[in-house]
């Protein structure tokens, strides 16, 4: 939808299902306040929907500016069923830039809940400005106050990470503590949420509600707390993730390789690896210089009656300069670099040039799944 501070902005398919659903419910609202809108009330809460989510936007474009203040870089906005998200791709680097950065989409929200109820002073309530005015100003205020929830992955949440993160120097158990918060909240909202609108506590008379009210109360908490959930885990298992990045090292992730020549027939390559105990290949020309990794994939796809008939070359992929790594890549540093250049092998080099061997995507990929299996510390 555009880059705003150069950061692109995505909106989910499911977003189209919540404006739908937004303009529904807001049309019957609409029908009650002002009766004389008719069809037209629907257009009005269409309207409606979409400032909502500009705020939403607002709010996002809130963590992606303090997150660029930081140098931290930002992915992407995506615009989404329940609200929105902005995709920061490092974590921060102390607790108080931790604490700013979930604080300042709360706070944007509730500027604009102000900005709005000035904005309802100034015109006739029983209005369509008067009636807009004021469902924004309490959509932000909701926006905020539920932002503000101490549990991960809520913006609450991050904040109460920050906090013990400061008070503990740990930051994993501000998000084991955050994140487990975020667990209970879910518990809550699933169970609270039926229960606060069936009592009437919200306001609406209990004489009002219906079963089919009853139906779309549950269903609602059951997303929002499985939302909620999904959230908190996904922040742990992130966590845990980073803990134990400094482990993913190139040079031990690198398979041994052979170099073997362009007119080389894979089966004289592979038993040249399999003495060697090596198993990766790269393709070199005639002074020694690499210019291709041959593909795991292909040699897989070759049956062995015909593999002294193949040629290494025809199974290889050349070089580009992304697909190069250092062996003493580590951490972040490494997935950056294959985050930049996607590829199924890299070929792993000395700092002098050497050849040390071939990452597969598969090993890192394996890597991920035991960093993530292992207990946190």
Do not use: C
Request: glycine letters at 10%; a neutral charge; zero cysteines.
């Amino acid at each position: 939808m555009g880059r705003p501070f150069g950061v692109p902005v995505y909106v989910s398919p499911s977003w189209f299902l919540v404006a739908a659903l937004i303009t529904w419910v807001f049309g019957d609202q609409l029908d009650r306040v002002l009766p004389e809108l008719g069809p037209v009330r629907y257009l009005v809460s269409l309207f409606f929907a979409v400032a909502f989510y500009a705020s939403v936007l607002v709010h996002e474009l809130a963590h992606t500016v303090a997150a660029l203040r930081f140098k931290l870089p930002v992915r992407r906005i995506q615009l989404q069923f329940f609200g929105g998200v902005s995709e920061i791709e490092k974590e921060s680097e102390t607790p108080g830039r931790e604490f700013v950065l979930a604080f300042v989409g709360p706070l944007l929200s509730l500027l604009l809940a102000g900005a709005f109820y000035l904005g309802m002073k100034a015109v006739d309530p029983a209005t369509v400005p008067g009636v807009l005015l004021a469902g924004l100003m309490i959509s932000n205020l909701l926006v905020a106050a539920f932002n503000l929830l101490p549990g991960l992955p809520l913006d609450g949440g991050r904040m109460l990470r920050a906090l013990i993160w400061g008070i503990t120097g740990k930051p994993m158990a501000g998000t084991v503590a955050a994140a487990w918060v975020g667990r209970g909240l879910a518990v809550a909202v699933l169970l609270g949420l039926p229960l606060l609108t069936h009592t009437g506590l919200l306001g609406n008379r209990t004489e009002e509600i219906g079963g089919m009210d009853t139906v779309m109360d549950a269903l609602l908490a059951a997303i929002l707390a499985a939302i909620i959930w999904t959230g908190a885990g996904n922040s742990l298992r992130m966590a845990r993730l980073r803990e134990h990045l400094p482990e993913l090292r190139a040079r031990t992730l690198t398979r041994r390789a052979i170099p073997v020549e362009n007119a080389t027939p894979l089966s004289e390559a592979l038993r040249r690896a399999n003495e060697a105990g090596a198993r990766a290949l790269v393709v070199v020309d005639g002074h020694g210089d690499p210019t291709a990794i041959v593909r795991e994939s292909a040699i897989a796809s070759v049956p062995e009656h015909r593999r002294p008939w193949v040629a290494v070359s025809t199974l290889a992929q050349d070089l580009t300069d992304g697909m190069k790594v250092s062996a003493d890549l580590t951490g972040e540093g490494l997935l950056d670099h294959l985050r930049a250049t996607p590829a199924s092998e890299y070929l792993v080099l000395e700092p002098g040039g050497a050849i040390y061997g071939v990452l597969s995507t598969l090993d890192v990929e394996k890597a991920f799944v035991k960093a993530m299996a292992r207990p946190q510390s």
